[in-house]
């Protein structure tokens, strides 16, 4: 047994029958980390003396206090977390460079929630600068590679994480998503990796992109794993007034072999081009698997999904100008002060305007700047209204699109991103790379509907992801149908050859 | 389109940026092509009379209860300070506000 390779569900059966122990299970990782990560680069930070003691804590625990135990449901169980959540005393830079040294004096809900179900945290996972990415090229620091072929992306921007988890460098790991940056990176690494209903999960302590929209979600090694974090990390938080205060089911639950009675759509347009033919063939192919199960396969109509890059490009961009603002190095991040540059600023504006200058990357000051031009009327004094009215305005029509749907079919599926993983510098050729990867989770995202993305078959090598949307609040269904599909296939069982120790003897990708 | 040096120059003050020429020549191409793609909107027809949708899972104004909050919750001036450039006396020190 490869204690790194166990899935979470496995491993806390293993750490529960006594096994071996939460400290071996946390060794292991670390020792994989330290073999992969000169090719993988997936972490910004690593922690192994903080996972050694919480692992030797969850060890007492599960020795000697076996009722104990039962009150912490992830105890021992090794992880890594986007470097978007804030940990108290534990570096967090958001993959920037404005962020470099920022140790957060807080923690996010969602690793407050983490630390008390016993979980023990492995790093920080490497991203797009502040998310704004689909391919971790935008980071400040460096390029995570894909596990599969190294010389690929691993799509962003919560690239490390996925990475990290099929990988086998952590058991699970938590991403963010505002527009496809849980989906895509788990579809381009082969993770599952679920995107819940926004308010599901609270954002307190993540690091605000656009907050109409962020959302934290689980990116894990299979769908009854995504099931069991959802379960730890959702629900009211009194800090995030937008955290939905409806009670969460008991998400494992909801995991089923069967499919009866389910309505199942799919549209046209998210099956042709720009789709690889391989891509939607592959997903195509699940059709038949779904109607094995029971469920119903049917096509149904939805808005081009070009609309809904439009308004994501707006709402997205004019919630990062908002957001962004507070970055001023006056009280923390990147400083010429502190870097001791002789400034001559007349003013403090003119100093947070340097201090911004060099402290964001290209690709925040693009954000930033096309924020403000639509946000702004007198910048944009030609058009009846801002852009940002505009795009409010069709996303409700993207919601009752959305809700239209919802009343013929109880889920929809397509593929999550158009491609497989593309290769290292495919972002630089393309200025609108990430609206073109995100287009088919970008709808979605806008209407705040839970989504998730797991394998269903590999072009070249590389996995395929699969995407299953339900209603809001639905996880329960969408993990249901998920998991039902993960079962009666064997997608889930290949491993990237490099960095697992089932080599093409056993379980090996098809070509 | 490509935005005009004059515009990126606009939108770099309100967004509280200094640019390098550098900088500028890039911004006025690469906002000018995200223009381009948002700009479909405006042939949309009826979009102005649609109502806008701010918050999609239907929550209106949120509070909490007027209570007194838990003295632990709050931050000590070393943790808030921790992360500062530079201070004096238990304060921000920054450069003149009004010159």
Known sequence: MVLNELTLTKAREGLREKKFKARDLTEA??????????????????????????????????????QEAKKYPLLGIPYSLKDLFCTAGILTTAGSRMLENFVPPYNATVYQRLEAAGAVLLGKTNLDAFAHGSSTEASDFFVTRNPWKIEHLPGGSSGGSAASVVAHQAIFSLGTETGGSIRQPAAWCGAVGLKPTYGRVSRYGVIAMASSLDCPGPITKSVADAAFVLQVIAGHDPRDATSSPLPRPFYPRALKNSLAGIKIGYARQYLEEPVLPAVAAAVEETFTVFEKLGAEIKEIELLDPAYAIAVYTILQRAEVFSNLARYDGLRYGYSLLRRGEKIEAADIYELIAANRGQGFGAEAKKRIMLGAYTLAESLSADLEEPFYWLGQKMRTRIVADFARAFG???????????????????????????????????????????GISLRCGFVDQLPVGLQIIGPQFKEDLVLRAAYAYEQATDWHLYQPPLFSSTRRSRRHYRV | MTLAREEVKKIAQVARLKLTGEDEERLARELGAALDFVQTLEN????????????????????????????????????????????????????????
């Open chain 2, 44 to 99: 949309e027809k009826g979009l102005a009379r649609e109502e806008p949708t701010y918050q999609v899972t239907g929550l209106k104004n949120v509070y909490r209860g007027d209570e007194e909050r838990v003295a632990s919750e709050t931050l000590t001036p070393s943790q808030v300070l921790a992360n500062a450039p530079q201070k004096k006396d238990g304060y921000f020190q920054v450069p003149p506000v009004l010159n």
């Open chain 1, 29 to 66: 990782c670390l020792e994989q980390i330290e073999r992969s990560e000169p090719h993988l680069k997936s972490f910004i930070t690593v922690v192994a003396d903080f996972a050694r003691k919480r692992a030797d804590w969850a060890d007492k625990i599960l020795q000697n206090q076996p």
């Open chain 1, 408 to 450: 013929e079919v109880d889920l929809i599926i397509g593929p999550t991103s158009p491609t497989t993983a593309l290769k290292l510098g495919a972002r630089e050729k393309n200025p609108l790379f990430g609206e073109m990867e995100d287009r088919l989770v970008e709808p979605s995202t806008i209407a705040g509907l839970p």
